[in-house]
């Protein structure tokens, strides 16, 4: 799919994307697959990682670049379990987030679509 005409940053907003990334943190914790998989006192540094991340992925300040260096997200998912299973699981999650907060279809469509991409170049497991 075509990218928009513009950073999906500028479309959506920093709010909208902090929102998504908020509710993507609400629903790990209590969630079988993906909850247990997550480091348990790191929500706030994990939540803040992702939004920096997806901001500067999506056109937005390089704030992740500046406090983590290259993402290397291979390397970096490599000590957790990323079967296709979790990565489902994640996208299911992201994706209820996302509908939640309320973004145009075309943007909806993008994102499924960009996220997706990552979370399977992410899986790592059989
Ligand atoms: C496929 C399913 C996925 C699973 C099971 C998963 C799981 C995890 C876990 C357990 C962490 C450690 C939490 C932390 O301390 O930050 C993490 C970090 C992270 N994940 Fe994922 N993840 C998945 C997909 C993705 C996708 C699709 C993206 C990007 C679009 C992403 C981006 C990140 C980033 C940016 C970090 C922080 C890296 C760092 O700077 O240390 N993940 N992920």
Known sequence: MAPPEL???QLLGEDVLTAIVAGFY???PGDPILGPLYPP??????EH???TFLIYR???PPVYLQERGHPRLRMRHAPFKVDQAARDRW??????SVDEVGVAPEHR???EQFLGDIATFLINRA
């Open 7 to 9: 950073p999906i940053y």
């Open 26 to 28: 609400r629903r790990v």
């Open 41 to 46: 006192n790191e929500f706030v540094e994990a």
């Open 49 to 51: 990682r992702l939004r």
């Open 58 to 60: 999506f056109g937005g």
């Open 91 to 96: 996208m299911e999650l992201m994706m209820a």
């Open 109 to 111: 469509a993008y994102l």
